[in-house]
């Protein structure tokens, strides 16, 4: 099993930036792909951008060019980089990974974005 710990979530201006970490512990050499979501008020869980262990990414269609991921396996950490922020941003953001078969969460880091 693994457990995720978000952290860098926070208050920002729009137009700004914030990065956000995210560390696994745990039985971490069985995880597979890794991602992060995000939850607005009110919306469903949404996919924001995935990275598989050999470092291929992907992104939701509205968010290309504003979000980077990466990942440092070394050190079992994920990053999403969000850059020209909106307030339709705003939401909570999730971490994810997939563990054999199975997906982990971790509790999410609240990220508001001011107009």
């Known amino acids: 099993q693994v457990q995720l710990v978000e952290s860098g979530g926070g208050l920002v201006q729009a137009g700004g930036s914030l990065r956000l970490s995210c560390g696994a512990s745990g039985d971490v050499t069985r995880i597979n792909n890794m991602a992060w979501y995000r939850q607005a008020p009110g919306k469903q869980r949404e996919l924001v951008a995935t990275?598989?262990?050999?470092?291929?990414?992907n992104y939701a269609d509205s968010l290309k060019g504003r979000f980077t991921i990466s990942r440092d396996k070394g050190k079992s950490m994920v990053y999403l980089e969000m850059n020209n922020l909106k307030p339709e941003d705003t939401g909570v953001y999730y971490c994810?990974?997939?563990?054999?078969?199975?997906?982990?969460w971790g509790q999410g880091t609240q990220v508001t974005v001011s107009s």
């Open positions: 994810n990974c997939k563990w054999m078969m199975w997906d982990y």
């Open positions: 990275i598989t262990s050999d470092g291929s990414t």
